[in-house]
């Protein structure tokens, strides 16, 4: 004999019109039986796969590592359930209401599929905790920079800046090296773009201090993007000022020499 898990049918709710920030996050250990928690959000986690009988279903837990169900209903059927209810996703359930099940236990039911939002990566609302299990789970931004320096490599210049970019988000502030070297790199495949601003805002964001492993060899780089930017936008002294800086970290190089009398007017008066 099988049996069936179902909730109880019960009067249906509105739909809440509150916006997240006007809610106050609430845990599942707050929830209470037969009631519908006007105000408030719950900020869950699925950690198994989900399934579809009568409504969407899943595991959930909250940033304690209290677990409990879900059931989502009035959702289009024709979806796939791991297409809703993803596992490892984040969701906030905003005025959630507490119901008892046919099998004795309790359920999570959303009834308007509006109430169940979707947190993105970077939303304010995730605990800081699944935020950095998050990226630790996700492609690393060592990762991203990788597959940005193939695109480069293959003049595939719009790959290489999205991919530098995910790199950036991934790595956040917590790994200050990698940093510099992805904004520095995506400075290069934004002036193979042609976009010189953010080429010169990219590697002006990338010096590193005189302390860091191989900060001469990576300031070289940047001063050089910071002087081909500048010129390309017509600020001849700033790209005198970052060429002269990367000679003086590189006096020899033929590149910058020839790069920087190109910053200076010739006896007619114009710009080489």
Not at 117 to 136: E, K, M, N, R, T
């Amino acid at each position: 004999m099988n049996y069936l898990k179902q909730s109880f049918m019960s009067i249906a709710y509105p739909p809440s019109t509150s916006t997240l920030t006007e809610l106050v996050p609430i845990d599942i250990s707050m929830l209470r039986l037969e009631t519908h928690h006007h105000g408030k959000v719950l900020i869950i986690r699925s950690f198994v796969d989900p399934i579809h009988v009568q409504a969407f279903q899943t595991a959930v837990e909250d940033e304690s590592g209290a677990v409990d169900r879900l059931a989502l209903y009035n959702e289009d059927p024709a979806m796939t359930p791991v297409k809703v209810l993803p596992k490892g996703a984040i969701f906030a359930i905003k005025e959630p209401y507490y119901k008892g099940s046919a099998d004795g236990g309790y359920t999570i039911r959303v009834d308007h599929p509006s109430d169940l939002i979707v947190l993105q990566p970077g939303h304010h609302l995730i605990p800081l905790a699944w935020a950095l299990q998050a990226v630790d789970l996700a492609k690393s931004a060592l990762k991203w920079k990788e597959d940005g320096n193939t695109a480069y490599l293959e003049k595939d210049y719009f790959g290489a800046v999205d991919n530098y970019t995910r790199g950036i988000e991934a790595c956040g502030d917590h790994d200050v090296t990698l940093r510099c070297d992805l904004l520095r790199n995506r400075a290069a495949a934004n002036l193979g773009l042609a976009r010189y601003e953010s080429a010169f805002n990219d590697a002006e964001s990338a010096i590193v201090p005189e302390s860091s492993p191989n900060s001469v060899q990576n300031n070289i780089k940047t001063h050089g993007r910071l002087g081909r930017a500048a010129y390309a936008l017509g600020d001849w002294n700033s790209a005198d000022a970052h060429y002269a800086q990367a000679l003086l970290l590189k006096p020899d190089d033929l590149d910058f020499l020839t790069a920087r009398k190109c910053c200076r007017p010739s006896e007619g008066g114009e710009f080489r």
